[in-house]
């Protein structure tokens, strides 16, 4: 009963090399650099307005690779419609599209007084899933929260953005050809398993096989002395 458990391991250990071998794979595929627009709205009454805020440049996904790179400098109006939204308990909003080019969005927001009073010191996590699309968006501020500063204009000159992307480690999905490797798998080990029954049966009972066998021969041979003189 040993041997199919074994086998049963090594299929079992096969299966995860498979499965680790495709993720590798995955990740090969979506390695390399690519970009993503980053738009922010400064929002008053939910009347959300976007525009471009610069751009996200992922060299790596697993390695943790990307930057930013503002659009543009901050501008006076910038500083104004900040100010505005801050002391309005606006919102600012973030949005990236799902992958470089679509119309969906994954969005984010902060209340605009966090911006503000950060001096435009955001920290950003961008999260994608196995395929490489965006699955979420999320911003912080440095301080993060909102004591009424008056900040002067100054201080609004540059971004000092972090970002950091991160990549979702799945488990297993469905995948047809696995599986079948799998079933093969599993048939060739039921193969070898019947085998080793047969032969673990042999194995097994052959101190019960060979004593019927032996008193089988010795009665054959002692019938003709008639009755057996030894007793
Ligand atoms: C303006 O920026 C300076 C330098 O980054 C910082 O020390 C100061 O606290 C900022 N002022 C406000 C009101 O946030």
């Not at 498979?18 to 979506?30: C, M």
């Not at 650099?33 to 471009?52: M, P, Q, V």
């Not at 101190?207 to 032996?214: D, E, G, K, S, T």
Request: glycine share 8%; hydrophobic share 35%; with cysteine.
């Amino acid at each position: 009963m040993a041997a199919p458990i074994k086998y049963t391991a090594v299929g079992l250990f096969l299966a995860i090399i498979a499965d680790l071998s495709g993720l590798v794979h995955l990740d090969d595929e979506f390695e390399g650099s690519r970009t993503l627009t980053l738009e922010h709205s400064f929002t008053i009454d939910g009347n959300a307005i976007f525009s471009k805020r610069g751009t996200v440049v992922i060299r790596s996904l697993k390695g943790n690779k990307a930057h930013f790179t503002p659009a543009s400098d901050f501008t006076r109006e910038d500083i104004n419609l900040l100010k505005k939204a801050s002391s309005q308990k606006g919102l600012y909003q973030l949005r990236v599209p799902v992958k470089e080019g679509s119309q969906q969005y994954v969005s984010t927001f902060i209340p605009a007084c966090a911006l503000y009073e950060s001096s435009l010191n955001d920290q950003l996590t961008i999260n994608f899933d196995q395929s490489g699309e965006v699955l979420g968006l999320s911003v912080v501020t440095t301080p993060g929260i909102c004591v009424g500063l008056n900040v002067p204009a100054s201080n609004f000159s540059d971004w000092k953005t972090t970002v950091e992307v991160m990549q979702t480690v799945s488990g297993p999905v469905p995948d047809t050809q696995t599986y079948i490797d799998k079933m093969n798998r599993d048939k060739v080990e039921k193969e070898k398993g019947g085998q080793n029954d047969n032969r673990s049966f042999f194995g097994k009972y052959w101190m019960y096989i060979v004593p019927v066998v032996i008193l089988m021969m010795i009665a054959t041979s002692q019938d003709p002395n008639a009755g057996g003189g030894g007793r």
